[in-house]
């Protein structure tokens, strides 16, 4: 059983697969104001606001924070004009996901690949490599549900994974705001000096984070809304042009209450690494929390959550709740039955019970649910910003796989309650 939340490796031989996702490279977000966004993502979840690209290292039409935390590499895009994609996404969409971007050995070849394999180009996405003295990236992009896009993105010299996982400058166009590694490309543009203004808040936070963690490692999984009657479509696009294979899958009989459904299709890439379910509506007496979503997001495909891993769902909750992470709160009958469920299970299974304490995970308000391979903890925050857009989920893995079905009726009664304070059921 692992437990530990580690990256799988990847073998050498499989770089002769050009589709060989290697890691999430990056998880883009365009958002109203990044310099905003990176303080609440860095406050309330953890994240270390770690390097940043804007006026000062000279990108006239937007600003990207970098954030990290373990293996999660957030960027947080605001246009600083009218005409940048991020400007118009954020006034249709509110602050959401623009792009998942995969590491991969060589971008150009994956790109080629899966423009071959049907993938339209998205706009600007055509390969392009960046480079200075330390080293290249090269990135291309493909289009993907709504107006999502997913970057392949491949990295040498300096610039490579690793040494960006050990804090290295994220490309040419970045520089750290911590006064760590300089980055000097042969133009001079780009210096090591904490920004004037900013490099003592953000020092004073990221100091703060290193001794009080979060816990997060990488993202387990994210799911996508689409349309009524579309997901079929979807699965197909990521069977036939990123060469996933359908996970598992769940219909409307699993994951409905009285009012409302949906279902559910869950892609894997090919090696297991990235996971990435999609959900459409399905008819119930009242709205689908999927419908919900498309409704504020201009009835358009978007990324509806990321599953961000942990080690320790006790810590990590805690951890949260204190900082002020707003939860979903559970009917408490849920626990009434959840142990008799769990456990049973596990033991037909030959697994050991659930570890943790039960009455901490309770007082946690942390959902359990075990499959024929073990069991998991998860618990999901309210939305990230004032629509009911985008939202995290924070999982612990004990050897199952899955994504927490025995939860979905509790999950939905207690989704259905937020709608209605909302006036969206
Ligand atoms: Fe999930």
């Not at 990847?10 to 998880?27: C, E, T």
């Not at 007082?363 to 009911?388: A, C, H, M, N, W």
């Not at 899955?402 to 304070?421: T, V």
Request: some cysteine.
């Amino acid at each position: 059983m692992t437990t530990a939340a580690t990256m799988p490796n990847i073998a050498p031989s499989s770089q002769s697969d050009p589709l060989q996702l290697i890691d999430v490279d990056y998880v883009r977000f365009h958002v109203g104001n990044a310099k905003q966004a990176a303080f609440f993502y860095a406050h309330c979840f953890g994240f270390q606001i770690e390097q940043v690209s804007d006026l000062t290292t000279g990108s006239r039409d937007s600003a990207t924070y970098l954030l990290t935390q373990g293996n999660i590499r957030f960027l947080l895009t605001s246009g600083l004009t009218v005409e940048h994609p991020a400007s118009m996404e954020v006034a249709m969409y509110g602050d959401g996901v623009k792009d998942v971007a995969f590491t991969v050995f060589d971008a150009e070849r994956a790109f080629d690949r899966a423009v071959k394999n049907g993938a339209s180009v998205a706009p600007g996405g055509e390969p392009r490599t960046i480079r200075d003295t330390h080293g290249t990236v090269t990135t291309a992009s493909i289009r993907t549900y709504g107006r999502c896009i997913h970057t392949f993105v491949s990295r040498t010299g300096r610039y490579d994974l690793p040494t960006i996982k050990q804090g290295g400058v994220f490309s040419p166009s970045f520089k750290r705001l911590d006064g760590g590694i300089a980055n000097i490309p042969s133009d001079g543009a780009v210096g090591c000096a904490p920004q004037s203004g900013m490099g003592t808040s953000i020092l004073s936070i990221n100091d703060y984070n290193r001794k009080n963690p979060c816990g997060l490692k990488y993202v387990d999984h994210l799911v996508g809304n689409v349309e009524l009657g579309k997901m079929n479509h979807w699965v197909k696009f990521y069977e036939d042009v990123l060469e996933f294979k359908m996970f598992m899958h769940f219909d409307d009989k699993d994951i409905s209450t009285e009012f409302s459904a949906l279902m559910s299709k869950v892609m894997s890439s090919g090696n297991g690494l990235i996971k990435m379910p999609i959900n459409e509506p399905a008819e119930g007496k009242k709205k689908s929390q999927v419908q919900e979503f498309l409704d504020w997001h201009c009835n358009t495909p978007g990324v509806q959550h990321l599953a961000l891993r942990t080690d320790d769902e006790l810590h990590s909750i805690a951890a949260l709740r204190s900082r002020g992470v707003d939860f979903l709160t559970l009917p408490p009958a849920y626990y009434d039955k959840v142990w008799d469920r769990v456990n049973t299970m596990l033991k037909q299974h030959g697994h050991e019970a659930v570890r943790e304490d039960h009455n901490r995970v309770r007082d946690l308000g942390i959902l359990v649910d075990s499959d024929d391979e073990g069991y998991l903890l998860q618990l999901f925050t309210k939305p990230l910003q004032d629509r009911p857009t985008l939202f995290f989920e924070i999982i612990c893995r004990r050897g199952a796989q899955s994504f927490g079905k025995g939860n979905f009726k509790a999950l939905f009664e207690a989704l259905e309650l937020e709608q209605e304070r909302r006036g969206n059921l």
